[in-house]
C-alpha cells in the first residue's frame, strides 16, 4: 500500500467547492442552480446530465472536478475501481417515485432508486470497467470506509480508486467528498491518517 497516493479531493457541499481543502466556488441559490453552473464549468455539452436524479447529478459534478486536473489515462479505463458510501440510499429519489406512482408511475424515476446508478453514470461518461461497490452507513466512519479500502486494495488490481461519501438529502442539504487514489504516484501517502485529516464533513 505504500505505492499508492492520495491524488486529488474535492467536497462539494452547499454550494461551495473545495479542492484540496481549498474553497475554489460559492454559489448562492439551490442545489438545481450550483449544479448547472458547476456543469457548465467543469462537463459542458453532457446532455445526459438533465436525466438523473440529484444524488447521481451531485456524485457525478464531483467527479467531474475531481478529474479535471487529473485526468486517467484511457489505457488504465480497466483499471478503476470505485467505492461510495451514504447514510440516505436513495431515499429522496424513492420519495419522488412513489408520488409518481399516484399518476403514473415513472420509469425514468424509478431506474434512480439503486444507489449504485451513480457509479454507473461515472463510468458511462468515462468508460471506466473496474470493480465498483455502494455501501450504506449511518455515518461516515474513517474505520469503515478504510476496511473497504485496505479489502479492495488486495483483492483487485486496480491502479485508480474514486472513493467518498455522496449523500444528498434535499436541495439545501448535501455533500458529496470524494478522492482519488493512485497507484504509483509520489504524492501524499494513501493512509487512514491522511484521509481522516483531509476529510471534510459540513
Known sequence: MNNWSIINNVVLSNGKVHINNELKHSIEGDFATVSKELLNTYSKGYGKFFKMDKLSKLGFIAS??????????????????????????????????????????SPAVFVYTLPNILIGE???????????????????NIDEFWMHITTLLNSSSSKHIIAGWVNFINDEEYLSNIYLFSQGKNQLQLTKENIQSTFIVQ
Open 64 to 105: 467531474e472536478i475531481l478529474l479535471h486536473n487529473n485526468p486517467i489515462p484511457e489505457e488504465d479505463n480497466n483499471e478503476v475501481a470505485f467505492l461510495i458510501g451514504n447514510s440516505e440510499a436513495t431515499t429522496y429519489t424513492d420519495i419522488k417515485y412513489h408520488e409518481s406512482i399516484a399518476n403514473i408511475p
Open 122 to 140: 461515472i463510468c458511462l461518461k468515462n468508460c471506466f470497467r473496474g470493480e465498483n461497490l455502494f455501501y450504506i452507513s449511518q455515518d461516515f
